[in-house]
């Protein structure tokens, strides 16, 4: 049985590809993509059975820029936009994958760099979190190919950005990214939305 989650509802943007797109902070978790809720706690403080699964989270992004800190964009399947107005927050427990964010930005993201500067998807014993675990990267297009040089390093399209240490399953995400041409031999099949960054490394065939 997976840990107790639960998030806040702080408003609800719309549907899109079957599922309803909402605001929400996360009360309890932290909360991975396939994670269930199982209670929704209405705005009258009274709870009511619901059967909602995430499957998919913004935590960065244009979209909540202008946001406060905390609040992600969480895509639900299972309920309708309308009744999701009515719900104050959503209880229920991990099912997901399990990874966690980097204690401090600076040293990972350096880490990554050094990838990209050195042209590689892989590096053993390089992450700063751990120590010894093995680094991944891996990028995805989306939509058409297109070619442009930025700061000197060519281009080929504009895409998505996973981050991941084998060893502490440490991870970082981007939903949009410039994917390198150097890249392209990498470049993993589009996705849409958040995609478990385990799986998406077993589709690099490294």
């Known amino acids: ?54 499957v998919a989270i913004r935590r960065s992004g244009v979209e909540l820029r202008d946001l406060p800190p905390g609040v992600n964009r969480i895509e639900l399947s299972g309920m309708d936009a309308e009744a999701l107005r009515g719900v104050r927050e959503l209880r229920g427990r991990t099912e997901g994958p399990v990874w966690v964010w980097p204690a401090d930005q600076v040293p990972w993201q350096r880490a990554f760099n050094a990838m990209i500067e050195d042209r590689v998807v892989t590096r053993e014993n390089g992450c700063p979190e751990c120590g010894t ?6 990028f995805s297009i989306d939509g058409p190919e297109s070619r442009w040089v930025e700061r000197g390093e060519a281009m080929c399209g504009v895409g998505r950005h996973w981050q991941w240490c084998a060893q502490c399953s440490t991870a970082e995400y981007y939903c949009r990214a410039m994917v390198p041409e150097w890249a392209r031999a990498h470049v993993v099949a589009e996705v849409t939305g958040w995609r478990d960054p385990r799986e998406v490394v077993r589709l690099l065939g490294l």
Request: overall charge negative.
């Open 1 to 54: 049985m997976g840990a107790a989650v639960r998030i806040a509802v702080e408003g609800v943007v719309g549907e899109a590809d079957g599922a309803v797109v909402c605001l929400a902070r996360v009360v309890k978790g932290p909360v991975e993509v396939g994670d269930g809720f199982d209670r929704a706690v209405l705005a009258d403080g009274s709870e009511a059975p619901v059967e909602l699964r995430i």
């Open 133 to 138: 675990g093995t680094l991944y990267l891996a």
